[in-house]
């Protein structure tokens, strides 16, 4: 086994260029090729001679080279599940390198989510109970939502399993995690370090969490709202945390996901009873100040200064939240001179209206969308006869937002301008795909197209004698 062992760390230099082969910044027709020579048996070869309890540097780069090669290839995913009894002999030894991998494989096969064994996912679950490591979540949540489709089967089995093992991902929220978490703002690297990764871990539970509640489980939902305790994120806990701007973008995007998934949209019919509480109005009202608060460049932008994180948020995700709970509302709270709602509503709207006005040029359709769709909404859900409203509409803003110009005789007519702003918009974005599907190929994805043509048609029957005139047919194709 020694002699063994030694010949296998002589392979470490060849696997690490092969990995750098098909990498992120390696032409694709590299991995393709790679693809094709079936790279990915050697690897799998590689790690059942070695022992389980084997964790060197040979174990990991050798599951990292296989996920590279799993890439946009499920033949060989599916071939990589034939041999989990070896990804299952390591998952003590290098727990996060064989996560990387599962994730790789199922994150774009459905068939195999379907399939996936479910001692495979309570023993990420045990893992994850161990050391709330954000890739064990990960991997979960791929193999909830693989291709951007949700296996019911697979949400019930994570939360089964979580509850079952007490996995807690609310130990990431609360005052006390509050003060763990400003570790990555501390000067020494490890307390910066460990901030990261908790603040990963975090996410990575939030987005988990908000994947079993996907596709209106209304079960899920439940254990999330305080059915099961371990699983349990309290609003007053969401709150302090959207209000926290020490967390990165990322992180209040999680959280306001999490909320729309658990609080707001609770079920398929009725509007949610949590919609009232003062919390979710509190949210609201914090994140409009946000967009209130953004700073504006030299043209009179708002938008222009966001980073990308900041974008997502504020621009994506916020709106499509804010949408949710703002559609849900009883209509008669909206229109209360009292209702807290309203008011954080008629801010909202007023914050949407400058944002829209100064910043449109900044904006692609698909970006302006969403806002358009929730300033809309607020424009017509709100009372009209609100002084502030009743100013939005008479100095044009409201009017010019939705639609451009037209004198707003009254609310109706505004909405029909709306209207004719979303049209244009819808039309905006059909034209841009139909754009994207003209463009020309660069020359290395024309190459990786040609290699697979080529492939496809050397193999086929009838191509024997005549190679050359079939590689001209299809480089010409």
Avoid: W
């Amino acid at each position: 086994l020694e002699g063994r062992l030694v010949v296998i760390r002589q392979l470490d230099p060849l696997v690490l260029e092969l990995l750098e082969m098909i990498g992120d910044s390696a032409p694709p027709v590299a991995r393709k090729l790679l693809q094709r020579k079936r790279v990915h048996r050697i690897m799998l070869r590689l790690l059942r001679c070695l022992p389980a309890d084997y964790h060197e540097t040979s174990v990991p780069i050798c599951y990292s080279a296989l996920a590279g090669l799993c890439d946009g290839a499920p033949d060989i995913q599916a071939e990589v599940v034939t041999h989990m009894d070896v990804l299952i002999a390591h998952l003590d030894a290098v727990p996060v390198s064989v996560s990387m991998l599962l994730s790789a494989v199922y994150a774009d096969n459905l068939d195999l989510a379907y399939s996936v064994d479910e001692s495979l996912i309570d023993q990420l679950c045990q893992l994850a109970k161990a050391e709330l490591h954000a890739t064990y979540l990960i991997t979960l949540r791929v193999l909830i939502s693989p291709c951007s489709q949700t296996v019911r089967r697979n949400q019930n089995l994570v939360t089964k399993h979580m509850d079952k093992h007490e996995v807690a991902p609310n130990l990431c929220s609360g005052p006390a995690a509050r003060k763990i978490r400003q570790g990555h703002t501390v000067a020494t690297a490890g307390a910066r370090g460990r901030g990261k990764a908790f603040i990963n871990s975090y996410v990575a539970s939030l987005e988990l969490m908000s994947s079993t509640m996907q596709e209106l489980n209304l079960e899920n939902k439940a254990r999330c709202r305080g059915l099961s305790p371990s699983l349990t994120l309290t609003l007053k806990d969401l709150e302090a945390d959207v209000a926290d701007r020490s967390l990165p973008p990322r992180a209040r995007a999680a959280v306001l996901k999490f909320l729309q998934e658990a609080y707001i949209e609770t079920d398929g019919g009725a509007p949610s009873t949590f919609l009232l509480h003062p919390e979710l109005c509190s949210v609201m009202d914090k994140m409009a100040r946000d967009l209130e608060l953004l700073e504006v460049d030299s043209q009179g932008s708002f938008v222009s200064r966001l980073g990308t994180g900041e974008r997502v948020l504020l621009l994506e995700v916020f709106p499509e939240v804010a949408l949710s709970f703002f559609s849900q509302l009883p209509g008669a709270d909206l229109i209360r001179n009292d209702s807290p709602r309203a008011r954080v509503g008629l801010r909202l709207l007023e914050a949407l209206a400058s944002l829209l006005l100064s910043s449109r040029h900044d904006l692609t359709p698909a970006a302006e969308r969403p806002l358009l769709l929730l300033t809309s909404l607020l424009a017509q859900r709100l009372d009209p006869a609100q002084p502030r409203l009743r100013t939005l509409i008479d100095t044009d803003r409201l009017p010019d937002v939705l639609g451009g110009g037209i004198p707003p005789y009254s609310v109706g007519t505004v909405l029909a301008v709306q209207c004719e702003r979303a049209n244009e918009l819808e039309r905006r974005i059909a034209e841009e795909e139909v754009k994207q599907l003209d463009q020309a190929l660069d020359v290395q994805s024309g190459v990786a197209v040609f290699a697979g043509e080529f492939a496809a048609v050397m193999a086929a029957a009838g191509s024997g004698g005549g190679e050359f005139e079939c590689l001209v047919q299809t480089l010409v194709k």
